[in-house]
């Protein structure tokens, strides 16, 4: 781990400001599979996550290895080929799907390379070789608004701004006192059904057209609460999910990203990012080769956690 010392309420802005780092390597809003692109091309033809009702009842997709162990514990809806790579690195693959139950296959231990880094001043890190034009602008969304938390808020979904508004705020004032210029929207795109990320698409699109260096659409997962609960400095706070969308064109691009931006985090903080899930659908991400999809905690998690 990092000899920086960084205030526990600064580990999102920082978690954040390295995302900029992994984003300096790879080109920005390209042309090809990138390009702005219909505004209507990314309704998703399924339910990707499990309901409310499905949820009271207790349940949640698993993913179990070969010997058993349960790999992942979500409220996305798992498909064959999906795959997951968990805080350890881990790379697995879906093999067959029954009722809530998802059996994989260990595909490989992946080893995230970095670049090397020097440490500059508390709650920066830069990388040693040439100078790397800093960008300060990201785009932070949310295309389930109602998105909340059950210790906080008294319910997993609330119609309008939900408690993941809360969050998305509260990760914009840590930012913007790192210094990032914030494009935060907090445009409704209800209900929560097929039709949501054909909404956000159109918030989405009209963020891009800010030139943001990285665009994120904030959202949290369903579990029970210990899997995402971690404890740094003595404080609990929540783990953060990357999702990537298998179904757009530049796919390989955007789980490079992820890939990077993981392998930062675990320098700074190792085990703050819960993992990467790869996972059929759209999201919006064929906009930028920069676009993913954060889930910060789980419905059960408190809200204040997710805020910290």
């Given amino acids: 781990m990092s000899g920086i010392n960084y205030g526990i309420s600064g580990v999102r802005a920082v978690i954040l400001a390295l995302f900029f780092l992994a984003a300096a390597a790879l080109p920005v809003f390209s042309t090809g599979p990138f390009a702005a ?25 698993y993913m179990i290895d070969e010997q058993g162990r349960t790999v992942l514990t979500t409220g996305r809806r798992l498909r064959v080929k999906d795959r997951f790579l968990n ?10 799907v029954d009722g809530y139950l998802a059996r994989a296959r260990f595909v490989e231990k992946v080893k995230l390379t970095l ?7 508390a709650g920066e890190i ?32 609330i119609y309008g701004a939900g408690g993941i508004h809360d969050v998305g705020r509260a990760f914009k004032e840590a930012l913007e006192k790192k210094g990032v210029n914030v494009l935060y929207s907090d445009q409704l795109h209800l209900p929560h059904d097929r039709g949501a990320y054909r909404r956000s698409r159109v918030t989405a699109l009209r963020l891009i ?27 609990t706070i929540t783990q953060i999910q990357i999702v990537v969308g298998l179904s757009n064109p530049g796919a390989s691009t955007n789980e490079q990203f992820a890939y990077d931006l993981k392998g930062y985090a675990d320098r700074i903080y190792p085990g703050l990012i819960h993992g ?6 759209s999201y919006n991400q064929d906009i930028s080769p920069l676009a993913l999809l954060l889930e910060v905690g789980a419905h059960t998690n408190t809200k204040e956690a997710a805020e910290r």
Avoid: M
């Fill in 37 to 61: 692109g219909s505004l209507f091309a990314a309704e998703q033809l399924f339910d990707d996550e499990l309901t409310t009702e499905e949820l009271k009842k207790g349940h949640f997709f």
């Fill in 87 to 96: 805080a350890a690195n881990e790379l697995y693959e879906v093999v067959s």
């Fill in 115 to 121: 670049p090397a880094v020097r440490d500059i001043g």
């Fill in 126 to 157: 830069l990388p040693v070789q040439k100078e790397v034009q800093p960008a300060y602008k990201i785009a932070i969304y949310h295309s389930h608004n109602a998105e909340s938390y059950v210790p906080s808020d008294g319910t997993d979904s």
């Fill in 209 to 235: 057209r800010e030139r943001p260096d990285a665009i994120f659409d904030l959202h949290r997962d369903a579990a029970p609460w210990e899997k995402y609960a971690i404890e740094i400095g003595g404080e």
């Fill in 276 to 281: 990467v899930l790869l996972i059929w659908g």
